[in-house]
Antibody
Framework: EVQLVESGGGLVQPGRSPRLSCTTS????????MSWVRQAPGKGLEWVGY??????????EYAASVKGRFTISRDDSKSVVYLQMNSLKTEDTAVYYC????????????WGQGTLVTVSS | SYALTQPPSVSVSPGQTASITCSGD??????VSWYQQKPGQSPVLVIH???KRPSGIPERFSGSNSGNTATLTISGTQAMDEADYYC?????????FGGGTKLTVL
């Protein structure tokens, strides 16, 4: 059974820099691109960014709203993907989901349960 | 930046056919995926590559994509299909989601 489990969410003050983790099991992690998608309370899905598998270069792409503030990295030896969030703003408050897609520019087969990040003083 | 437009809401009677559209410039040239999200749950892939159903997704879910519009069709809609539905496509290495459509079965 494939599982994606996000962690690291919680109440964070504006300007702080937490890191989210997404620990996976049951899939050939190295073959998958990993995405982060967020959902503000009562709103729709917003893509945050993704990191390619090593086969496709292992590079990351980001949404304009977070580019320069957020960084995605992966540790294939641990089957974990990270989202480093810097200089958080109140508008970054959302449930953050990680998802997995096989190959390049593909669809998300698997999703985690999400972790809520609340940015507030 | 590329945008996908969905109707905010669609209503359907049980047993009838529901159609949810997703519009974008030359969308037919891209692959479209559809995700279902029920309250308090994570999204679930229901259609990929315009019209393919993942294993475990009922046959009543189907998709099409041509021109500027992709459509998710649910035939014989059931109460359990009530959810938010999101279309998604890639544009210039950017994953784009539609704004979502709330499907009400009443």
């Amino acid at each position: 059974e494939v599982q994606l489990v996000e962690s690291g969410g919680g109440l964070v003050q504006p300007g702080r820099s937490p890191r989210l983790s997404c620990t996976t099991s049951g899939l050939a992690f190295g073959d998958y691109a990993m995405s982060w998608v967020r959902q503000a309370p009562g709103k729709g899905l917003e893509w945050v960014g993704y990191i390619r598998s090593k086969v496709f270069g292992g590079t990351a792409e980001y949404a304009a709203s977070v580019k320069g503030r957020f960084t995605i990295s992966r540790d294939d030896s641990k089957s974990v993907v990270y989202l480093q969030m810097n200089s958080l703003k109140t508008e970054d408050t959302a449930v953050y989901y990680c998802s997995a897609s096989f190959g390049e520019l593909s669809y998300d087969d698997f999703w985690g349960q999400g972790t809520l990040v609340t940015v507030s003083s | 930046s590329y945008a996908l437009t969905q109707p905010p809401s669609v209503s359907v009677s049980p047993g009838q056919t529901a159609s949810i559209t997703c519009s974008g410039d030359k969308l037919g040239d891209k692959f479209v995926s559809w995700y279902q999200q029920k309250p308090g749950q994570s999204p679930v892939l229901v259609i990929h590559q315009d019209a393919k159903r993942p294993s475990g997704i009922p046959e009543r879910f189907s998709g099409s994509n041509s021109g500027n519009t992709a459509t998710l069709t649910i035939s014989g809609t059931q109460a359990m299909d009530e959810a938010d539905y999101y279309c998604q496509a890639w544009d210039s290495n950017t994953k784009v989601f539609g704004g979502g459509t709330k499907l009400t079965v009443l």
